[in-house]
């Protein structure tokens, strides 16, 4: 194989030309952070994860300071203080938590009625395609956690074509259930005159968001907020989408981002209580297991060795997939990334997995998947292969292999 020049290769989608491994984790500065899904076209570029000077990214950065440099005890205190701000008295509701009932929001839900004394009320925005196990877990929450809830359900033909163009224009096939559960919670909160939405842990954490951040306990306005007057959906602009589908303002309406001036006029709070309290995913499974009737899936999930986390919709495998055609960066790698910050396994042990199961490619529910757009296998393929970024990816003997990849992957 010649030697390459990756500073000359094309990045597709505007993150750095040249990838920087991570020394402590598996991740690389081809991490994008999250954005406000409503603005993301066709062609649109990304802002990346850094690697400081010493080699170490963002998210180990943050990592390294949750576990040694913030004081808990305070940060709870902190929570507290804030919680008896907007707590209620008169059997009104005081708080949202949105989730499917996994481990995240279990555990939200469930220290916020129990132990810190809130009325929380639970809303799902619901999956693409439930799994079996994600149906039953969404039920265990209330019945087995104890919680009023509300699932919400979009137009599954709307969904249907929101999924299929995303896939087209920017190979991002879970975009749909993005914009739910970015704007949701909060437009449930403003319906019902309800102070808080607590989420779990900072974007931070994966890397999805810039550490300054980090300094509050805020979810970022910028992600459910959107005063443009051209919004995006399925990477085309709204017009141009109820034009080619004949849509109308209500079919999009669940889709749609708030205003600054909607949540102006009100005193909503949105917070991540991984900011107060410490995160830790593995710990927080089992809390969720115990008392919300949590359940992990019957099978490993494909393309990682884990069974528990993202299992609740079947748009989940080729999501994951989808970042990492786009970004080399799979679901083993995020889990034994996050896995290694968390001190759970080391480097090596994470390297040994990611051999084994990164860019699996995600068949358990690719058939329904397929049914869910209406296309054939050799379509998606081909799609696929239009979001192979050239600083990435190279084809040779008609099969394509990974560049600027950690030699132990290859």
Known sequence: MKKINYSDLESKFGLPNVVVHCKKCLMTNQKPFSINET????????????????????????????????????????????????????GRYDCIISGSGGKDSGTQAHLLKYKYGMNPLTVTYSPLLYTEVGWRNVRNWSYVGG??????????????????????????PMQPFKFGIKAFAAKMALKFDIPLVIYGEPYAEYGSQDGVQTDSPSYDLE???????????????????????????????????????????????????????????QDIYYYASEN???????????????????????????????????????????????????????REEALLLAKKFEGEIPY??????????GIDEEKFWEITDKFRS??????????????QELPELI
């Open 39 to 90: 603005t993301n076209m066709k062609g649109s570029k990304k802002s990346g994860m850094p690697i400081n000077k010493d080699g170490v990214c963002a998210a180990c950065e943050y990592s390294l300071k949750k576990n040694q440099n913030i004081d808990w005890s305070k940060r709870e205190e902190k929570l507290l203080k804030m919680l008896d701000k907007v707590r209620r008295k008169d």
């Open 390 to 403: 050239p600083h990435l990816w190279q084809k040779e003997n008609n099969s394509w292999y990974r560049i």
């Open 292 to 346: 919300c009737g949590l359940e992990s899936d019957m099978q490993r999930t494909d393309s990682t060795h884990g069974r528990y986390a993202g299992v609740d919709d079947k748009f989940e495998w080729p999501h994951y997939y989808a970042h990492y055609i786009k970004y080399g960066i799979g679901r083993c790698r995020f889990d034994t990334s996050q896995e290694i910050r968390n001190g759970h396994i080391t």
């Open 223 to 281: 992600w459910y907020i959107n005063d443009n007057k051209d919004i995006f959906l399925g990477g085309m602009h709204v017009n141009q989408l109820k034009e080619k589908y004949k849509l109308n303002d209500v079919d999009l309406l669940p889709y749609m981002p708030l205003r600054s001036h909607d949540v102006n006029k009100s005193n909503l709070k949105v917070e991540f209580l991984g900011w107060y309290v410490k995160w830790d995913p």
């Open 147 to 172: 919680f009023d809830h509300y699932l919400f359900t979009p137009n599954g033909k709307i969904s249907s074509i929101l999924s299929k163009e995303a896939l087209i224009n920017l190979y991002h």
């Open 364 to 373: 358990t529910y690719l058939n329904d998947c397929l049914d869910f757009w």
